[in-house]
């Protein structure tokens, strides 16, 4: 079972970290990304990192701002979301699987629940 948290109001140009935790498994046998949805909008990749953390990859529009990394000592996956902007309110989720990476919602058959990040002033 995966289960994201971390979510929060914050201010633009603010920072949030996000984690991922895993129970029941160990999450560096998967291949887990972050996806998100905004209210009336579908469901777009943000970022992903491979097995054994040689790969990362991140959608242009949070590219440079967002940080994907794994904590194996407590088996979580964390996202590090710098210079926050209102366009990146949405729930985002963490997402795993065990084949490959891809920046597809349908490829990943494991999820956890979302997490709220609104970013307002």
């Known amino acids: 079972q995966l289960q994201a948290s971390g979510g929060g109001l914050v201010q633009p140009g603010d920072s949030l970290t996000l984690s991922c935790a895993g129970s029941g498994s160990t999450l560096n046998t998967y291949i887990v990304a972050w996806f998100r949805q905004a209210p009336g909008k579908e469901r777009e990749f943000v970022s992903q990192?491979?097995?054994?953390?040689?790969?990362?990859n991140y959608a242009n529009s949070v590219k440079g701002r967002f940080t994907i990394s794994r904590d194996n000592a407590k088996n979580t996956v964390n996202l590090l979301m710098s210079s926050l902007k209102p366009e990146d309110t949405a729930v985002y989720y963490c997402a795993a699987n065990l084949y490959a990476t891809s920046q597809r919602a349908s490829n990943y058959p494991y999820w956890g629940r979302g997490t709220q990040v609104t970013v307002s002033s």
């Open positions: 990192i491979n097995w054994s953390d040689s790969y990362t």
